[in-house]
């Protein structure tokens, strides 16, 4: 039975936090290790709580100071020492059979690098929620049907139309996570970048369809918030870009075609564009339409 390093970069609501570590005390699979990275959140209530845990299997770690969300995740990664690795949310939630669900995945599928398993996306209450965006994902993902598998060309294509994964709910072959890292200058497309380094060099990932994961989709996640104010776009629009030509040069034409159109990264901007109009800001009014026509 391989262990499995569960690293939880932290900064944030504490209740979620909690939840999410119970979550991963109840894992039918035992054979896991957690860390958990605070960034320097100013509250003393997580150490506290931690501290009153007895299960030699969490370590907590705070940090002295803010590294910021993508620091802090390349530090995160840096501490793992498990043959498979999760880089899970803190406001995420494992459901008691995820652990095992992707351990005997990648048993299976030996030169798999990444789990993708089935997910159900919750609301800041733990209701289930759905959005347009949940939506396009299910539509535009691969049908696993039990389990598939996809690689190459096929996997960064696929992604580059929409990128369909969640990446809390992901596990991933340490060794292969590591090779690539987290690039830096990115910090909401990064685990879009890694799954499209390991397509590249002709990796793949298994899809599987029991739901294991919930994701947690909430307003002030650090991604909405990017989103809102355009951050985010000036971000994917640099990123698909870059791609782009990466593929061309690999003769690549469907990928590289993907990455032009970015339709579902447009869609969504016009979506938060609409969302906003009742209280627009000048930079984020720009910065959206931009991302949507071009």
């Not at 936090?17 to 894992?27: C, D, G, M």
């Not at 860390?35 to 969490?58: I, K």
């Not at 580059?160 to 809390?168: I, Q, T, V």
Request: no cysteine.
């Amino acid at each position: 039975m391989e262990t499995i390093d569960v690293l939880l970069p932290y900064y944030g609501d504490v209740e979620f936090l909690k939840r999410a570590t119970n979550s991963v005390l109840v894992q039918d699979y035992p054979a896991w290790r957690l860390v958990v990275l605070d960034d320097a959140y100013p509250d003393d209530e997580p150490a506290r709580w931690f501290a009153s845990l007895t299960d030699p299997r969490v370590t907590y770690l705070h940090n002295r100071v803010n590294l910021g969300a993508a620091a802090n995740y390349r530090k995160a990664l840096s501490m793992a020492e498990a043959p498979i690795a999760v880089m899970m949310g803190a406001d995420d939630v494992m459901l008691p059979s995820y652990l095992g669900a992707v351990a005997e995945a990648l048993s299976a599928y030996p030169e798999t690098a990444v789990v993708q398993p089935g997910v159900e996306v919750i609301n800041e209450h733990g209701a289930r929620a759905f959005t347009v965006t949940d939506l396009v994902k299910r539509l535009a993902s691969p049908s696993p049907r039990g389990v598939r598998t996809i690689g190459g060309e096929d996997m960064a294509a696929s992604l580059l139309h929409a990128g369909w994964h969640y990446f809390p709910s992901l596990a991933w072959r340490t060794e292969e996570m590591q090779r690539f890292g987290f690039r830096p200058g990115y910090d909401v497309v990064q685990d879009l970048a890694l799954l499209l380094d390991i397509a590249a060099v002709g990796g793949s990932m298994v899809l599987l369809e029991e739901t294991v994961f919930q994701y947690r989709r909430h307003i002030g996640s650090d991604s909405s918030v990017r989103a809102v104010d355009g951050r985010r776009f000036v971000e994917e629009k640099r990123f698909f870009r870059e791609e782009a030509a990466r593929f061309r040069q690999l003769g690549w034409r469907k990928a590289a075609f993907a990455a032009d159109l970015h339709w579902t990264s447009r869609l969504h901007a016009l979506l938060v564009l609409l969302r906003t109009i009742n209280h627009p800001t000048l930079r984020g009014t720009v910065v959206l339409g931009r991302h949507v026509l071009t």
